[in-house]
Every structure is written in C-alpha cells, then in structure tokens.
C-alpha cells in the first residue's frame, strides 16, 4: 500500500521572504499565493520518492521545520474484502485543465462578503449546457479551473452499462466547435454530514458568511454507518472544503473503483482513491 505524506501551507509571513526563496531554490518547488501571503501546499507526495527526498532536504537546509500533518493511504483490492470495512470511498481527479474560460459560476445569492461565484462557499448553479474548450482535453475524465468535473461521452456510457448509480452528467458546448462529446459530471446524492469524529480544522478564519470557507481534514473522513444504507454509488459530502474553489468531495462504491482503475485501466496519475472511516 502507497503512502503519501501531506504537508500544511506554511507562510512568509511566518517564515519571511529570503527564507521562502531559498527553499523553493532548494526544493524546485514554486511558491503559491498572491504577493502579500505567499506559501506552499505541498500534496499528495509519495513517501521515498525523489521529491519527497528533495523537499526534506531543502527544508533541512534551510532550517525550515515542515509538519507533516497526516498520511494518506491509497486503496487496495483488500480493503474491500472485509463485509464490516466501508464499502466506499473517496474519489479525487487529478488531471486538471484551465480552459480560461470566464463567467461560467453563478451564484444563487449575492456573497454577502462580496465572494466572487467561484470562492464563495454559497451554492452555486453553472451555465448550462456548460462551457469547455473541448480541444485541450487529453483524458477521459478531468476538472476545470472551476471545480468542475468533465468526462467523455464513453466514459458516461460506460458508467450507465455497468449499472452504477447516482451519477448526474449535463451536456457541454464547445466554445468554438459547439456540440461535444463531453459531459459535465457530479453526485447528485448528498451524504449526510460527517461524524464529529472527523478531524475538522480551518486553515484560516472560518468566514462568517459562506459555508464551509476555509475548511479543512485530517486523516480520512469519518462517519456514521447508517449514512450508507441505501444509498447509490455515486455521492459527494454535504460539506464543502478548501479557501479557493470551494466544492465538496466525492464518496463512491468501490465498484465505480473497480471500473475506472482496474477494468478501463486509469492509472493513479489521472484518479486517485482514499479510505474513509466509520466513527468507532
């Protein structure tokens, strides 16, 4: 079993300029944020590998102490094979495409912070049929600038014929062709919230007004068995999370697992997959 190690943001403003330079020098690795708060989010790096090797060493040098703040476990086949573990899991698109496409979020109501579509933690209803550029997308399946998932009209397809359930898909137009055979996908069943068991933190000052701002886990998230009784194969969380685009995730049968990784052959460089918990 693959494990990868998370590092929190860390901030300039902790650790100053000079210092964030040299470190991303050291490490190759490029800050992010804007001017007055720039930092790192350091995801999803694999324990051993080259980069993890060179960004321990960077920080060593540099005299950088990072936290690392939980390890992910990837899925296995075993994982599933016990009746009492839980049957589903969480679901991350990795492969991201920017088609600089402006305006496609609406909110339902104003942010009354004054949140843009896209930051807001409001909900939020899109164009439809929904805008792509339809000649950048090189995958089966991807996300947008605006946490929007795009699959293939063959992914779809194949999705419906194996029986699996509960996933919604809303047509797209390409901005120059038209018509395209892609669709935009999401969960259309809501889980209920996540146990209190979950290790819930907010990376910043939970914002007043829109839900889920800032919001962050732990570990892997945790909830009530009785959340998972008859419910399809497809789900996102009722909660929303991150200080950018804010969405929630995606909770699927293993059997949406089994298709996309094992039988239709999608490496981990395009999805990955990661436990979740029952509260104990």
Sequence with gaps: MRTMVTFRDFWASDLGASLINKFASESRIGPGGGKKDPGFALTSIEVGSEIHSRILKAAAKCGIELEESFR??????????????????????????EFDIDDVLMLEQACPAGESAAGCGLLKIMKNPYPINSSMIEYPICYDGFGQTIASESLVETIRNAGLTGLGASPTFDVAEGKTKYFRVQPVSVL???????????????????????????????????????????????????????????IVHHLVRDLIRNKLRQTDDFVTWHPIAFEK
């Design 192 to 250: 209920s919230a996540v146990s209190l068991q979950t290790d819930l933190f907010y990376e910043r000052a939970p914002c007043s007004h829109c839900t889920s701002k800032n919001l962050f886990f732990n570990g892997n998230l945790t909830f009530r068995r009785e959340v998972f009784e008859n419910i399809p194969d497809f789900n996102v969380t009722v909660e929303s999370f991150g200080h950018g685009i804010i969405f929630p995730l995606w």
């Design 72 to 97: 992910v476990e990837h899925c296995e086949d075993e994982d599933f094979q016990d009746p009492m573990s839980p049957q589903y899991c969480r679901m991350v698109v990795k492969r991201l495409i």
